[in-house]
């Protein structure tokens, strides 16, 4: 109905990805009050798989907006002093627009896009005292680059009194982040991502430390105010301030049985396996953008070293029922990306490789 | 499932309210790319229909949030002096909330519960020059009063420098609002109310005029930046600045075609002759706790006049399949809550009108 006359076309974009259609189905449960038991039960049962697949004893926070706006509750409420952001692309430059369209003092190091951050960069900055907030963002979609939080974590954590913040958005559910072992303060997810959600419900980890400087934060605001959203969770028995997304509260309670029962390491490893099947097809026909090294598990970003339209090649999978991503921003034609995350299984990728080899002739 | 083993309770609580089956499943729509010509296509869709039941020509941003975000959206963007909180119940003191909590300077006139607000009491404050926003809720839940905006339009169009903001949460879809005629500059709905969607998307229309007040305010923050909202409709063609709840606006594409297809007058009659019923069987057994003059269309709150224990007829109607609302706040057990709002028909409350009457051998 809503999509008119054309045919679907299974999602290989870094987000929304393709929803599973049992996942899909739940969304239409009715509806249950948001001041009710039952209501309490539903979000305090995944708040527990979130702990479990977060590897935490974080409060979690659940929010009916996109992750940017928890990106932008996690700053807010915790910058008294200076946040720096380590930026690996166009997701991490959000982190220092957010700061600025806050009022809040920032400082941003970009990487040369295609690469990760590296631990003595987070060294030089925080050693110098000025920041009591840092950024990092995992897996950065529009340059295919995933950075290793296991070689930051030993930085901050000789550095207690800055709260480290980290997006997840495109990785949590695909990848493994140990949220506690790496004393992350604030992990923020989203729905569409790896989690295999529609778009609609962002989620993050939120540790004491956070808490306790959100304490001492004015102008924290009010729908983002983790004070609050702590409230109604500590108070009102896993409630929420306003109104709640029911339906994505839902469907994360199924998906979720979903992904453990498939099993977390398996999970992980199945995004490897398929990561890795693309990057072996992008380096037979093209070539990958990031250092390789930094090569992200859940999206590939593609060099266009042949010179092919991307827009057309888009257009003529749409055809047969596909849809890549063209390169974000400044990278538009000059890469392309695939996305291979959530409930993707090696047949679904051959399906678009072929085709793809199919129209390039290749 | 995810309900676990408890029969489904019909909704009568002012939100969530009951969402009908063919709503429900739209839900299920496979998604689409939010970047792409088919999302641009149905939030144009939206829009335009969106406007009708505005009766607007203004902009209309779509917000994944509770309407309590776009709430703080319309006072954070617009004030640069100082908002007037005109207050008839618990949701009119969020508005009063959300200016303190973003260090907003406010003053707040907050009616005895159960009143409304008359346009003498506007006249008085906005005479001063101290405001340049004012913020009216149209449709107070807590204590079941309507404001009567027709009568407050005239004062408001006085004093042109003063941005008007009103809450129709409660109200539109079920209601008339005539945003243009009014004059109201930010108009604030929500999904889960007489718009007859679950909860997760809310709605507002912007004026020009409030457009220009936010271009000359700092720190506007980023998610619930208006002019960062409105360029994404303007520049990109009906999109949105960062991934949007998908389902939520096939849900609403859906529903609104329901809602014209109906038609507008229709439906709001067809909710007059609700109130007036559930007004009718309340003055029999009970009493209304609102000045008549003031009472809801969309929500009826009663005055327990016989000291029955609510929260035990509430319990008892669940096993029926019904829920209703207890009283809000301080008004608990001292009144309930019967919505009649969105898809509800006279046979619905008949239903629950002759449970609770066997419940309580009336």
Redesign the interface.
Known sequence: ????N?I??K?F?P?????D?GV???????????R?A?YS??QKRVTEKMRKLMYTENDIIFS??????LL?MAI?NTTVKRVMVFSIGAFGN?WF??AK???IKADKHEAEWGNGLNADIVEKYLSTGKYDVATVTHNETSTGVMNHLEELAPVFKKYPDVVWCVDTVSSLGGVKVEVDKLGIDICVS?S?KALGL???LSIASVSEKAFKRAGTV????????MLLLLKYIRERNFQY????????M?AL??QLDRILKEGLENRFKRHIELAEYVRGWAKKYFDIFPDEKYASHTVTCIKNTRGISVKELNAKLGEKGF?ISNGYGALKEKTFRIAHMAEMRKNDITGLLESINGILGL
Do not use: C, W
Not at 1 to 4: D, I, Q
Not at 64 to 69: A, H, K, L, Q, R
């Open positions: 109905m809503s999509t008119g054309s679907h076309k999602l974009i987000g929304p990805v393709e929803v259609s899909l189905n739940i969304l239409s449960t009715p509806m249950i009050g948001h009710s039952e039960e539903l009916t907006s996109s992750g940017t706006g932008e807010r959000r627009q957010i369209a806050n009022g989203s569409q529609p778009p609609g004015e102008n924290r605001g009010y729908y983002f105010d301030p306003s109104t709640p997304s029911i339906p994505h839902f309670d199924f849809m």
